[in-house]
Nanobody
Framework: QVQLVESGGGLVQPGGSLRLSCAAS????????MAWYRQAPRKERELVAL???????NYADSVKGRFTISRDNAKTTVSLQMNSVKPEDTAVYLC??????????WGQGTQVTVSS
């Protein structure tokens, strides 16, 4: 089992910055790719960014150049630095871990609201 706990959400003004963190515990050795997804009201869940075990990253076009995903050397924490945020970034952000044998873990999510 792998448990994921997100932190760092909140209210931020347009153009501001926010940093989300996700701490993994349990069988962390079986974690491969870690990612951030988001889900806004009445919209489907979408991939925001991912980072592989070897450090390769990928971003949704809507956040490229504004968001940065990073992972610590112990592979237990993944962070999402959000800069130049926009109202359309408002969503629940969820941490995701892809594990061996196709297993997937999700965090509970953290709310990010971008509003003046």
């Amino acid at each position: 089992q792998v448990q994921l706990v997100e932190s760092g959400g909140g209210l931020v003004q347009p153009g501001g910055s926010l940093r989300l963190s996700c701490a993994a515990s349990g069988n962390i050795g079986e974690i491969n790719t870690m990612a951030w997804y988001r889900q806004a009201p009445r919209k489907e869940r979408e991939l925001v960014a991912l980072v592989t075990r070897t450090g390769n990253t990928n971003y949704a076009d809507s956040v490229k150049g504004r968001f940065t995903i990073s992972r610590d050397n112990a592979k237990t924490t993944v962070s999402l630095q959000m800069n130049s945020v926009k109202p359309e970034d408002t969503a629940v952000y969820l941490c995701n871990a892809q594990r061996n044998f196709g297993r997937v873990s999700w965090g509970q999510g953290t709310q990010v609201t971008v509003s003046s």
